[in-house]
């Protein structure tokens, strides 16, 4: 049996095009949607996202701005920057890129993303709210896992799901969305003892560690739907995901890197940023 391959591109394109058509509307009335993104990593993964965000924003007509801090940026500093972009009016979504230099962290700074301007759902105040059923921005990267298990009509509710991975980011918000759709959810992490025999248990497995060919076909439940969220640069300077091309052998589908969960997690943000300006006075 060979997976069939679950991609990304024409769910982010019909996300995208819907966004476009609002953005236009939008700047035509003086509220041109603006996505700032606060970056200071030299990670690699960080960066191809910071280039596919740009690519897409400036394609759907919205206006994105990069502030890099570089990679030794004080705390303070990028506190400062969160909190004069939350104050500006003419920015609508506000994002602060992982990971971050030693002695901070996401979940430290994201107080000062504005909850209005919160498009990639990092604040405690959001992911409280996620939480707790009630409306806020979700991460995209989470969002865009559940947003393609429903394009390709992937039943959710009585289903064993597996996240692995439990970063703020992804791991743990993607989980509370499938609770959200009544599957049953296991999440895994480096501590857990015996990673292939609890992943054998998903019907739908997300993979969300970082980790090339971490999870291969010894871990893949016969017929599951695998999400594989991870991306991963190689040394050739290709990107791969958290998940062995071998495990197509034993998956029943499977989301590719790239073109998988990438392309919607970029849509999202773009989506969430035209409705922050959409809601904007
Ligand atoms: N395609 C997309 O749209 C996106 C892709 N990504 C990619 O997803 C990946 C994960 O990102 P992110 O969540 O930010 O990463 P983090 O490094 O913040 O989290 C990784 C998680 O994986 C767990 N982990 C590490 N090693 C193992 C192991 N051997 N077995 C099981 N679990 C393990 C960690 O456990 P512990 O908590 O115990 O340390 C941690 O919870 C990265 O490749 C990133 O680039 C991220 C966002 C969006
Ligand atoms: N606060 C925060 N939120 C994030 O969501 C977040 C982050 N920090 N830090 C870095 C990681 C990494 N990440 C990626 C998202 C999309 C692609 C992506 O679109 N990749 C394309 C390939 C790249 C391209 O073609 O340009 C694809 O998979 O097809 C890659 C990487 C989000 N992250």
Not at 99 to 119: H, Q, Y
Not at 222 to 242: C, H, S, Y
Not at 250 to 258: H, M
Request: aromatic content about 2%; hydrophobic content about 50%; proline content about 6%.
């Amino acid at each position: 049996m060979t997976a069939t391959v679950l991609t990304g591109t024409e769910l982010a394109k019909a996300i995208q095009a819907e966004a476009a058509a609002r953005a236009e509307e939008l700047a035509a009335a003086g509220r041109w949607p603006h996505l700032a993104v606060v970056t200071a990593t030299a990670d690699e993964s960080s960066a191809w996202y910071v280039r596919s965000i740009r690519r897409a924003a400036l394609k759907t007509g919205l206006e994105c701005t990069v502030h890099d801090l570089g990679a030794d940026a004080e705390p303070a500093a990028i506190h400062e920057k969160l909190t004069e972009l939350s104050a500006d009016p003419l920015v609508h979504g506000l994002m602060l890129q992982t990971p971050l230099p030693s002695g901070t962290t996401l979940e430290e700074l994201a107080s000062a993303i504005a909850f209005e301007k919160d498009v990639d759902g990092a604040n405690p105040l959001s992911l409280g709210r996620l939480a707790s059923g009630l409306p806020a921005f979700a991460p995209a990267t989470a969002e865009a896992v559940v947003a393609l298990l429903d394009h390709y009509k992937v039943p959710l509710s009585g289903r064993q799901a597996v996240v692995v991975g439990r970063s703020t980011v992804v791991g743990k918000p993607a989980a509370h969305l499938l609770l959200d759709r009544d599957a049953t959810v296991t999440i895994c992490h480096s501590r857990t003892a015996d990673l292939a025999a609890v992943t054998n248990t998903a019907e739908v497995l997300v993979a969300a560690v970082g980790r090339a060919a971490l999870i291969t076909a010894a871990h893949v439940r016969p017929g599951a739907v695998v999400i594989d969220v991870g991306t991963n640069p190689t040394p050739e300077g290709a990107l791969v995901g958290d998940v062995a091309p071998e495990a197509a052998e034993r998956a029943g589908s499977l989301t590719p890197v790239p073109g998988g969960v990438g392309p919607v997690t970029t849509a999202l943000l773009l989506r969430h940023t035209v409705l922050a300006a959409d809601r904007a006075s």
